[in-house]
C-alpha cells in the first residue's frame, strides 16, 4: 500500500527520507522548525548538507520554566532576548557534553559550529512560546509551480538520532506547492520573531564545553585532582578550634575526621589504621562528633573495647563533653547487648581481635553492625555506621581482612569500587597464601606475597582505610610544621638488633633428643593421644561430635607447638608445661584403668583426678551435664584399640623428659639467661645507649616473666616490676602508667621501676614511652603481637630520638623444627605489603615501605600519596586562585593529547556514575586496565609549563573501550549477584535447606517473608555464620530424619537469631536501586591520550 506517511520503521526512517530528498533534489534551501535540536545528531545529515547554500534552524525552548519560576516570584512572565539567546546556548552546551563519545558525532558538532561562523547555518530560537511542531522544507534556488520545486516534511520527529532512526515517530512528506508555500510562510513568520543567536556567541559553546582544545595536560591533571577529592579540597582546620584544653588542633588528624566521615557516608564503615602512637581514639571521637553534628540528636554510639582500654575511651570522651549518651562494652559481652537497633555508629577498637568469622564473638559482632538503626538518617537509610580501629588489622591471612570488612559490607552485595563480591575477590588470594605459607623458598614466598597483597590493596585497603605513618607526616609540609608548633617529637626505629645464644654441647644432646620426642609421632617421639581421646571413640560415639579426627589431630598440634615455643622462651617454662602435660596424660591412663574415662572441655579434670577426688568431679558433671552437652562419661571398651597403649607410650617418653631436664636447674647454666643478662647490662640499659635506663621486656609466657624478675634479681638488678593477665589490676595499672606512661603530667609521675617484665596483657592500648628500648624475649606466633609491643614505646610525644628493638632469635635447632624466625618474617611482610610501615621490627629479611596510601615507590617515597595530592592541590588554590578557579570550571570530558608519556600511542581515561569511580590505562591494542587512583594520578601528572599537542587519532576509540569495559563490569556484578552457580558449597547447601524449609505448610505469611529474607541475606553474603548454621541443621536433617514441620520449625527458630528485617534501607531490597544506578553511561570526567 502507497503512502505519504512513515514512522521509522521496516527502514522507512526519517533519515533514509532525507537521505533520498538530499540525493535526488538539488536542495538550496533548507529550514527546520524543531522543539529540539541536537548537534549532535548533526553527523548523520551533515554530508548532505554541503550541496545546501541556506540552511535556517528555528528551535523552542523551555519556556514553562521561565514562567513557573515568575509565577513562584509574583513577577509578569516575559524573557528579554538575552535570556533567550542564554537558554538556547545551554540547551547546545548540555547536548554537546552528553552526546555520545565518538569521533564522527564530535565531528559533525564541531562541522555545525563551523558552518554557523560562516554564515551558511543560521540559527535562531523563538522567544515566546514552546515550540511542538516539526517542519522540514527542502527548496530548490528558484521557486516554480512544477513538480519538484520543494518539499516539506512534518510530524513529530526532532533532528535527533533518535529521531532521525531510532524512536517510533509518525510523519508525512507533502510535496504540492500549495502544501510548501504554506509551511514556508508559517516558518518567515515564526523566523522573523525569532532571537538570532549569533555566531560569536555559538562559538563560545565550543570553548565552554569539551570541544575546547586549549586544555593543557597540567590543566587535565589538576581537573582530575580536584573532581577526585572533591569537597575535601575546601577543608578549613580552623573549623575545629573548639577542641578540650590538652589536644592540639594537628592537621594530619583533622584531615583524617573529614575523609572518616567521607568513608562512612559512602561505604558504611572503615579502617582507621594509622600506625601506631598517632592518636586514634581521639580522632575516633572526632570522627564520632561530626557524625552526630550530622545525624540529629537522637545519635547513639557504643564503643566496643578491650577491657584495659575502657578507660582511656572514657577519659578521652568525657573531656570532648560530648551531647550525645555513649556507651562501652568489652569485646567478649557483645551477647549482652539487648537492643543494638539503638545505635547509629559502632567504633570497634583493636578491631583485629574480630579478625576470625569462625568465633561467636565475630557472630555477634556482625549481627550487631547488621541490625539496622531505629532512627533513619538524613538520607533515609537505616544501616549501621561502622568504625573498625586498628593499627595492625592484619594477622596474617588475606581473610583477615575480608572478615573485617564485611562486618560493614555484605560478602556478595559490595559497593566498593570494582569489588562487588568480598567473597569471590578474596578466594584465589587466599588459596595463593597457603601455599606460600608451605613454600621452602623464603625469598620466592616473600616476593608472591607482595603481589598478591598488592592487588589487596589496591582494591579493598585503599578506598576503606585511613592510615598514615611517621613518615607520611614528615614529608608533608603542612603537617609537618603543625607538629613542630606544637613541640611534638616522632622518634626514628633503628634496625632490629639480634641476640643469639649458643647451646654447649650436652645441652645441645638433649635440646636435640626433646625436639626428636616433642615433633616426631611415631615410637621415637609423642603421640599426644592425651588431647585426641575423641578420634578413638568408636565410631557410634565418635558420630556425636562434630569433625572430630580434625579437632582432635588440631588439639594435638596446638600442644606440640606450645611445648616447643615454651622451649625456645624458657628452659623453665618448658619444665613447668613437661610437669603439666605429664600430670594430665597420668590422669587420663588413671581414668582408663578406674573404667570411667571423663571428658569435659570446661572443667579442670586432671586437677580433679591427681587430688583424689574424682567423686567430687562426678558430682559436679552430672549437674553441668544438663546445659553442656560437651561434658560425657565413657568406658574404656568405647575407644577402639591402640588409645591406652599409646597414652601409655607418651607416659614413658615424658618422664625420661621429665627426669633429664631435672639435672638443668642451675640457672647459671641457661645460655640464653647468661647472654640475656650480659646484653642487659653492656646494651640495653647503659646510660651510652639508654638515657633514661627504662627497658620493657616482653614474653609470651607468664612462667617466663615470673623467671626473669626472679633471676634478674638474683644478679643484683633491681627496680622491676612484672606484670600478666593474673596480676593486671586497677591499682597496678596506675603504677606503671606514673613509672612509663609519658603523658603523665611531671608533677604526678613516679620512678619506682626501670624494667617492666609483661606478658601481652601490656601489648595494646597502653603508653610506655618513657622507655625508648623493647626486648622481645621470645618470638610470639602472632605477628600482630609483635607490631602493637613496639607501638608502646614507639607513641607521638615521646622524648627519645630512637626506639631501640632487641629479639632473641630462635637457635638454629628450634629454627629447623617450627621455623619461627620464617613464619614471624612471613607474617610481618604479608602486614608490610598490604598496609605499609615506617620500620623494619624483627628482620632486615622484611621489606617495607608505606606504599603512598601507600605508596610503593621505595624507602624515600614512603608516604601516603593521596595526602601528598590533597595538599597540592590546596596549596595550588592558595598559590593561584584564579587558576584553580578556571580549572575548576573546566567542562567534564576536558581532554588533551600528550607528545610522551605512559602508555605510548595509549590513554588514560576517569570514568564514573553514581556507583563506582572507575580508572583506565587504555593501551595501542585498546587493551584496558582497570587501575587505581594513583596509579591514574602518576600517568596524568604533568608540569605547569608542558603544552599539549592535537588529539591523537587513536583517542576516540581508546576511550570508547574505556566505556565497554566499565559498563561490561557492571553488567557482569548483576549476572554475578544474581547467579546461584557462583556461590560456594556452604552457599548452596544454605539455600537449598531454606528451600526445605519454605516447603512446610503451617507458613503464615510474615515466615515465608523471614525465610525469603534468610534467602537474600545468604546470597548477598550479609552473615558468615548464617550458612554455617544453616549447613549444620540440614546435616543434623540428615541424621536423625526430622519432619518437614520439625524442619520447617527448626529453621524459622535459625533465622530469628539474625537481623533479617531488611537491611535497613527504606526500599523493600538496595540491590535493584544499585544496580539500576550502575547501569547508567558513565560520565567522562577527564580523559588523555598519548602519541
Same mark, same amino acid.
Given at each position: 500500500?502507497?503512502?505519504?506517511?512513515?514512522?521509522?520503521?521496516?527502514?522507512?526512517?526519517?533519515?533514509?527520507?532525507?537521505?533520498?530528498?538530499?540525493?535526488?533534489?538539488?536542495?538550496?534551501?533548507?529550514?527546520?522548525?524543531?522543539?529540539?535540536?541536537?548537534?549532535?545528531?548533526?553527523?548523520?545529515?551533515?554530508?548532505?548538507?554541503?550541496?545546501?547554500?541556506?540552511?535556517?534552524?528555528?528551535?523552542?525552548?523551555?519556556?514553562?520554566?521561565?514562567?513557573?519560576?515568575?509565577?513562584?516570584?509574583?513577577?509578569?512572565?516575559?524573557?528579554?532576548?538575552?535570556?533567550?539567546?542564554?537558554?538556547?546556548?545551554?540547551?547546545?552546551?548540555?547536548?554537546?557534553?552528553?552526546?555520545?563519545?565518538?569521533?564522527?558525532?564530535?565531528?559533525?558538532?564541531?562541522?555545525?559550529?563551523?558552518?554557523?561562523?560562516?554564515?551558511?547555518?543560521?540559527?535562531?530560537?523563538?522567544?515566546?512560546?514552546?515550540?511542538?511542531?516539526?517542519?522540514?522544507?527542502?527548496?530548490?534556488?528558484?521557486?516554480?509551480?512544477?513538480?519538484?520545486?520543494?518539499?516539506?516534511?512534518?510530524?513529530?520527529?526532532?533532528?535527533?538520532?533518535?529521531?532521525?532512526?531510532?524512536?517510533?515517530?509518525?510523519? &508525512?512528506?507533502?510535496?504540492?506547492?500549495?502544501?510548501?508555500? %504554506?509551511?514556508?510562510?508559517? %516558518?518567515?513568520?515564526?523566523?522573523?520573531?525569532?532571537?538570532?543567536?549569533?555566531?560569536?556567541?555559538?562559538?563560545?559553546?565550543?570553548?565552554?564545553?569539551?570541544?575546547?582544545?586549549?586544555?593543557?595536560? %597540567?590543566? &587535565?591533571?589538576?581537573?582530575?585532582?580536584?573532581?577526585?577529592?572533591?569537597?575535601?579540597?575546601?577543608?578549613?582546620?580552623?573549623?575545629?578550634?573548639?577542641?578540650?584544653?590538652?589536644?592540639?588542633?594537628?592537621?594530619?588528624?583533622?584531615?583524617?575526621?573529614?575523609?572518616?566521615?567521607?568513608?562512612?557516608?559512602?561505604?558504611?564503615?572503615?579502617?582507621?589504621?594509622?600506625?601506631?602512637?598517632?592518636?586514634?581514639?581521639?580522632?575516633?571521637?572526632?570522627?564520632?562528633?561530626?557524625?552526630?553534628?550530622?545525624?540529629?540528636?537522637?545519635? +547513639?554510639?557504643?564503643?566496643?573495647?578491650?577491657?584495659?582500654?575502657?578507660?582511656?575511651?572514657?577519659?578521652?570522651?568525657?573531656?570532648?563533653?560530648?551531647?550525645?549518651?555513649?556507651?562501652?562494652?568489652?569485646?567478649?559481652?557483645?551477647?549482652?547487648?539487648?537492643?543494638?537497633?539503638?545505635?547509629?555508629?559502632?567504633?570497634?577498637?583493636?578491631?583485629?581481635?574480630?579478625?576470625?568469622?569462625?568465633?561467636?564473638?565475630?557472630?555477634?559482632?556482625?549481627?550487631?553492625?547488621?541490625?539496622?538503626?531505629?532512627?533513619?538518617?538524613?538520607?533515609?537509610?537505616? &544501616?549501621?555506621?561502622?568504625?573498625?580501629?586498628?593499627?595492625?588489622?592484619?594477622?596474617?591471612?588475606?581473610?583477615?581482612?575480608?572478615?573485617?570488612?564485611?562486618?560493614?559490607?555484605?560478602?556478595?552485595?559490595?559497593?566498593?569500587?570494582?569489588?562487588?563480591?568480598?567473597?569471590?575477590?578474596?578466594?584465589?588470594?587466599?588459596?595463593? %597464601?597457603?601455599?606460600?605459607?608451605?613454600?621452602?623458598?623464603?625469598?620466592?614466598?616473600?616476593?608472591?606475597?607482595?603481589?598478591?597483597?598488592?592487588?589487596?590493596?589496591?582494591?579493598?585497603?585503599?578506598?576503606?582505610?585511613?592510615?598514615?605513618?611517621?613518615?607520611?607526616?614528615? =614529608?608533608?609540609?603542612?603537617?609537618?610544621?603543625?607538629?613542630?608548633?606544637?613541640?611534638?617529637?616522632?622518634?626514628?626505629?633503628?634496625?632490629?638488633?639480634?641476640?643469639?645464644?649458643?647451646?654447649?654441647?650436652?645441652?645441645?644432646?638433649?635440646?636435640?633428643?626433646?625436639?626428636?620426642?616433642?615433633?616426631?609421632?611415631?615410637?621415637?617421639?609423642?603421640?599426644?593421644?592425651?588431647?585426641?581421646?575423641?578420634?578413638?571413640?568408636?565410631?557410634?560415639?565418635?558420630?556425636?561430635?562434630?569433625?572430630?579426627?580434625?579437632?582432635?589431630?588440631?588439639?594435638?598440634?596446638?600442644?606440640?607447638?606450645?611445648?616447643?615455643?615454651?622451649?625456645?622462651?624458657?628452659?623453665?617454662?618448658?619444665?613447668?608445661?613437661?610437669?603439666?602435660?605429664?600430670?594430665?596424660?597420668?590422669?587420663?591412663?588413671?581414668?582408663?584403668?578406674?573404667?570411667?574415662?571423663?571428658?569435659?572441655?570446661?572443667?579442670?579434670?586432671?586437677?580433679?583426678?591427681?587430688?583424689?577426688?574424682?567423686?567430687?568431679?562426678?558430682?559436679?558433671?552430672?549437674?553441668?551435664?544438663?546445659?553442656?552437652?560437651?561434658?560425657?562419661?565413657?568406658?574404656?571398651?568405647?575407644?577402639?584399640?591402640?588409645?591406652?597403649?599409646?597414652?601409655?607410650?607418651?607416659?614413658?617418653?615424658?618422664?625420661?623428659?621429665?627426669?633429664?631436664?631435672?639435672?638443668?636447674?642451675?640457672?647459671?647454666?641457661?645460655?640464653?639467661?647468661?647472654?640475656?643478662?650480659?646484653?642487659?647490662?653492656? =646494651?640495653?640499659?647503659?646510660?651510652?645507649?639508654?638515657?633514661?635506663?627504662?627497658?620493657?621486656?616482653?614474653?609470651?609466657?607468664?612462667?617466663?616473666?615470673?623467671?626473669? =624478675?626472679?633471676?634478674?634479681?638474683?644478679?643484683?638488678?633491681?627496680?622491676?616490676?612484672?606484670?600478666?593477665?593474673?596480676?593486671?589490676?586497677?591499682?597496678?595499672?596506675?603504677?606503671? +602508667?606514673?613509672?612509663?606512661?609519658?603523658?603523665?603530667?611531671?608533677?604526678?609521675?613516679?620512678?619506682?621501676?626501670?624494667?617492666?617484665?609483661?606478658?601481652?596483657?601490656?601489648?595494646?592500648?597502653?603508653?610506655?614511652?618513657?622507655?625508648?628500648?623493647?626486648?622481645?624475649?621470645?618470638?610470639?606466633?602472632?605477628?600482630?603481637?609483635?607490631?602493637?609491643?613496639?607501638?608502646?614505646?614507639?607513641?607521638?610525644?615521646?622524648?627519645?630520638?630512637?626506639?631501640?628493638?632487641?629479639?632473641?632469635?630462635?637457635?638454629?635447632?628450634?629454627?629447623?623444627?617450627?621455623?619461627?624466625?620464617? =613464619?614471624?618474617?612471613?607474617?610481618?611482610?604479608?602486614?608490610?605489603?598490604?598496609?605499609?610501615?615506617?620500620?623494619?621490627?624483627?628482620?632486615?629479611?622484611?621489606?617495607?615501605?608505606?606504599?603512598?596510601?601507600?605508596?610503593?615507590?621505595?624507602?624515600?617515597?614512603?608516604?601516603?600519596?593521596?595526602?601528598?595530592?590533597?595538599?597540592?592541590?590546596?596549596?595550588f588554590r592558595a598559590d593561584d586562585p584564579e587558576w584553580f578557579k578556571k580549572i575548576e570550571h573546566m567542562p567534564l570530558r576536558a581532554r588533551c593529547g600528550r607528545a610522551n608519556g605512559e602508555p605510548a600511542r595509549g590513554s588514560v581515561a576517569f570514568l564514573k556514575n553514581k556507583m563506582r569511580d572507575g580508572f583506565y590505562r587504555i593501551d595501542s591494542t585498546k587493551f584496558v586496565d582497570e587501575i587505581t587512583f594513583l596509579q591514574c594520578a602518576e600517568l596524568l601528572e604533568a608540569e605547569p609549563e608542558e603544552k599539549s599537542i592535537p588529539l591523537p587519532p587513536h583517542h576516540h576509540v581508546q576511550v570508547g573501550a574505556a566505556i565497554d569495559h566499565y559498563k561490561e563490569a557492571q553488567r557482569e556484578m548483576r549476572e554475578e549477584s544474581r547467579s546461584i552457580e557462583r556461590f560456594g558449597p556452604n552457599e548452596r547447601g544454605a539455600l537449598t535447606m531454606l528451600d526445605l524449609?519454605?516447603?512446610?505448610?503451617?507458613?503464615?505469611?510474615?515466615?515465608?517473608?523471614?525465610?525469603?529474607?534468610?534467602?537474600?541475606?545468604?546470597?548477598?553474603?550479609?552473615?558468615?555464620?548464617?550458612?554455617?548454621?544453616?549447613?549444620?541443621?540440614?546435616?543434623?536433617?540428615?541424621?536423625?530424619?526430622?519432619?518437614?514441620?520439625?524442619?520447617?520449625?527448626?529453621?524459622?527458630?535459625?533465622?530469628?537469631?539474625?537481623?533479617?528485617?531488611?537491611?535497613?534501607?527504606?526500599?523493600?531490597?538496595?540491590?535493584?536501586?544499585?544496580?539500576?544506578?550502575?547501569?547508567?553511561?558513565?560520565?567522562?570526567?577527564?580523559?588523555?591520550?598519548?602519541?
Open positions: 500500500m502507497s503512502t505519504k506517511f512513515f514512522t521509522n520503521a521496516d527502514e522507512n526512517t526519517l533519515l533514509k527520507k532525507l537521505t533520498g530528498i538530499f540525493q535526488y533534489m538539488q536542495v538550496y534551501h533548507f529550514d527546520a522548525l524543531v522543539g529540539y535540536f541536537r548537534a549532535s545528531g548533526y553527523f548523520r545529515i551533515q554530508d548532505y548538507m554541503q550541496q545546501v547554500s541556506k540552511v535556517r534552524i528555528l528551535v523552542g525552548i523551555d519556556v514553562d520554566k521561565h514562567t513557573a519560576d515568575a509565577v513562584r516570584k509574583g513577577l509578569q512572565f516575559g524573557l528579554h532576548n538575552a535570556d533567550v539567546i542564554d537558554e538556547a546556548i545551554k540547551a547546545l552546551k548540555i547536548d554537546i557534553q552528553k552526546a555520545a563519545y565518538t569521533k564522527e558525532i564530535e565531528d559533525g558538532m564541531v562541522r555545525f559550529i563551523q558552518e554557523i561562523g560562516s554564515g551558511r547555518i543560521e540559527l535562531r530560537a523563538h522567544p515566546s512560546k514552546n515550540i511542538h511542531a516539526k517542519v522540514y522544507i527542502f527548496r530548490q534556488e528558484h521557486e516554480h509551480e512544477h513538480a519538484g520545486w520543494g518539499s516539506v516534511i512534518t510530524g513529530s520527529s526532532n533532528l535527533t538520532e533518535s529521531g532521525l532512526e531510532r524512536n517510533f515517530e509518525f510523519n &508525512v512528506e507533502l510535496r504540492d506547492h500549495d502544501d510548501v508555500k %504554506f509551511a514556508l510562510a508559517t %516558518f518567515e513568520t515564526l523566523w522573523a520573531d525569532g532571537v538570532a543567536i549569533s555566531a560569536p556567541k555559538v562559538q563560545e559553546v565550543k570553548q565552554e564545553t569539551y570541544l575546547n582544545d586549549s586544555f593543557t595536560p %597540567f590543566e &587535565v591533571y589538576m581537573k582530575f585532582l580536584i573532581e577526585h577529592f572533591g569537597k575535601s579540597i575546601d577543608f578549613d582546620p580552623n573549623n575545629y578550634k573548639d577542641l578540650p584544653p590538652g589536644f592540639a588542633t594537628l592537621r594530619y588528624q583533622i584531615d583524617a575526621v573529614e575523609e572518616g566521615f567521607e568513608k562512612l557516608r559512602r561505604y558504611n564503615g572503615f579502617f582507621l589504621s594509622d600506625v601506631v602512637g598517632l592518636g586514634k581514639t581521639v580522632v575516633g571521637t572526632m570522627i564520632a562528633k561530626k557524625f552526630a553534628i550530622h545525624n540529629g540528636l537522637l545519635t +547513639r554510639v557504643l564503643v566496643v573495647h578491650p577491657p584495659p582500654l575502657r578507660r582511656n575511651w572514657e577519659d578521652t570522651i568525657n573531656r570532648f563533653n560530648l551531647r550525645f549518651p555513649v556507651d562501652y562494652i568489652s569485646c567478649g559481652s557483645l551477647h549482652k547487648v539487648k537492643h543494638p537497633e539503638n545505635y547509629d555508629l559502632i567504633i570497634v577498637d583493636e578491631a583485629h581481635k574480630f579478625r576470625s568469622d569462625t568465633t561467636d564473638m565475630f557472630d555477634n559482632l556482625q549481627r550487631l553492625c547488621k541490625t539496622p538503626r531505629r532512627n533513619a538518617g538524613p538520607d533515609g537509610s537505616r &544501616v549501621k555506621k561502622v568504625m573498625l580501629i586498628s593499627a595492625t588489622p592484619l594477622n596474617n591471612r588475606p581473610e583477615d581482612i575480608r572478615n573485617l570488612v564485611i562486618l560493614f559490607q555484605d560478602g556478595r552485595n559490595s559497593n566498593i569500587d570494582s569489588v562487588p563480591n568480598i567473597i569471590s575477590f578474596f578466594r584465589p588470594h587466599i588459596d595463593m %597464601f597457603n601455599r606460600m605459607r608451605k613454600e621452602q623458598d623464603r625469598k620466592k614466598a616473600l616476593a608472591n606475597i607482595r603481589r598478591m597483597y598488592e592487588d589487596i590493596r589496591n582494591k579493598i585497603i585503599k578506598p576503606l582505610t585511613i592510615r598514615r605513618t611517621r613518615t607520611d607526616l614528615e =614529608k608533608n609540609e603542612a603537617y609537618w610544621q603543625d607538629i613542630l608548633a606544637q613541640g611534638l617529637n616522632f622518634p626514628k626505629i633503628a634496625p632490629p638488633q639480634p641476640i643469639y645464644y649458643q647451646l654447649g654441647e650436652e645441652l645441645g644432646c638433649l635440646f636435640d633428643d626433646t625436639m626428636k620426642v616433642l615433633r616426631n609421632a611415631n615410637h621415637d617421639g609423642l603421640l599426644y593421644y592425651r588431647y585426641q581421646a575423641i578420634k578413638f571413640l568408636k565410631q557410634d560415639l565418635k558420630k556425636n561430635y562434630d569433625r572430630a579426627d580434625s579437632i582432635a589431630e588440631r588439639l594435638a598440634s596446638i600442644m606440640r607447638i606450645q611445648l616447643v615455643k615454651r622451649l625456645d622462651s624458657s628452659f623453665f617454662a618448658f619444665r613447668n608445661s613437661l610437669a603439666r602435660y605429664r600430670d594430665a596424660n597420668d590422669a587420663m591412663i588413671t581414668m582408663f584403668e578406674r573404667g570411667r574415662v571423663h571428658i569435659a572441655p570446661n572443667l579442670k579434670v586432671n586437677e580433679f583426678i591427681n587430688d583424689g577426688r574424682e567423686d567430687e568431679l562426678m558430682e559436679l558433671m552430672d549437674r553441668m551435664k544438663e546445659t553442656d552437652p560437651a561434658i560425657q562419661t565413657f568406658k574404656p571398651e568405647d575407644f577402639s584399640g591402640g588409645f591406652i597403649e599409646g597414652l601409655q607410650h607418651d607416659q614413658d617418653l615424658i618422664n625420661g623428659l621429665t627426669e633429664r631436664w631435672k639435672h638443668w636447674r642451675d640457672e647459671s647454666k641457661d645460655p640464653k639467661l647468661v647472654e640475656f643478662i650480659a646484653q642487659l647490662r653492656g =646494651k640495653m640499659i647503659h646510660p651510652s645507649r639508654n638515657a633514661t635506663s627504662k627497658l620493657v621486656i616482653f614474653s609470651e609466657f607468664k612462667d617466663t616473666t615470673d623467671y626473669l =624478675k626472679r633471676e634478674l634479681e638474683k644478679a643484683g638488678i633491681e627496680r622491676i616490676i612484672t606484670v600478666d593477665g593474673h596480676s593486671l589490676d586497677e591499682f597496678r595499672a596506675n603504677v606503671v +602508667r606514673k613509672n612509663f606512661d609519658e603523658r603523665v603530667p611531671k608533677g604526678e609521675r613516679e620512678n619506682d621501676y626501670d624494667i617492666l617484665i609483661t606478658t601481652e596483657v601490656l601489648a595494646e592500648g597502653v603508653n610506655l614511652h618513657r622507655s625508648h628500648t623493647i626486648l622481645n624475649y621470645d618470638t610470639p606466633w602472632n605477628s600482630v603481637r609483635l607490631m602493637q609491643r613496639i607501638g608502646r614505646v614507639n607513641r607521638i610525644g615521646t622524648k627519645a630520638k630512637e626506639i631501640h628493638i632487641f629479639n632473641f632469635y630462635p637457635t638454629d635447632k628450634t629454627e629447623d623444627q617450627i621455623a619461627l624466625k620464617h =613464619k614471624a618474617i612471613l607474617k610481618l611482610q604479608a602486614f608490610h605489603s598490604a598496609l605499609g610501615e615506617d620500620s623494619q621490627i624483627y628482620s632486615d629479611e622484611e621489606e617495607y615501605g608505606t606504599f603512598g596510601l601507600f605508596d610503593s615507590m621505595g624507602r624515600e617515597e614512603e608516604r601516603d600519596e593521596a595526602v601528598r595530592l590533597l595538599l597540592m592541590v590546596r596549596k524449609v519454605l516447603r512446610g505448610s503451617l507458613l503464615n505469611e510474615e515466615e515465608k517473608a523471614l525465610v525469603y529474607q534468610g534467602i537474600e541475606a545468604v546470597k548477598h553474603g550479609q552473615f558468615q555464620h548464617l550458612q554455617r548454621d544453616l549447613n549444620a541443621l540440614r546435616r543434623n536433617v540428615k541424621k536423625n530424619s526430622l519432619s518437614v514441620d520439625a524442619l520447617t520449625s527448626a529453621g524459622l527458630r535459625l533465622l530469628k537469631k539474625y537481623p533479617l528485617n531488611g537491611n535497613g534501607n527504606e526500599e523493600e531490597h538496595a540491590l535493584d536501586p544499585l544496580l539500576a544506578a550502575s547501569f547508567e553511561e558513565p560520565a567522562i570526567i577527564i580523559s588523555e591520550t598519548f602519541a
